[in-house]
């Protein structure tokens, strides 16, 4: 059974950066995309950003050019840069991946903007 494991997040003042990590208890490699998704109070859970096995990331627009996402095939870890954070960014924080007919979740790791 595979497990996604999220952490890194906390409180953090607008302007400020966070780095969110997911650790997979399965190479990485073996999932055709890993993503971040997050859902804020109140609102749908939305898609931040995903990398495709091969490397290839895609982004929502309201965090391209702050956020990259990136992954580490030997720590068997998936990346969330996050900069220029604003209040808008509050939210718990989700991995997500998806293997060839199975997806898979994390437990969520809260992320707060506030001065």
């Known amino acids: 059974q595979v497990q996604l494991v999220e952490s890194g997040g906390g409180l953090v003042q607008p302007g400020g950066s966070l780095r969110l990590s997911c650790a997979a208890s399965?190479?990485?490699?073996?999932?055709?995309?890993m993503s971040w998704y997050r859902q804020a109070p109140g609102k749908q859970r939305e898609l931040v950003a995903s990398i495709i096995r091969g490397g290839k990331t895609n982004y929502a627009d309201s965090v391209k050019g702050r956020f990259t996402i990136s992954g580490d095939n030997l720590k068997n870890t998936v990346y969330l840069q996050m900069n220029s954070l604003k209040p808008e960014d509050t939210g718990v924080y989700y991995c997500?991946?998806?293997?060839?007919?199975?997806?898979?979740w994390g437990q969520g790791t809260q992320v707060t903007v506030s001065s």
């Open positions: 399965g190479s990485i490699f073996s999932f055709i995309v």
């Open positions: 997500y991946a998806y293997a060839l007919g199975s997806t898979y």
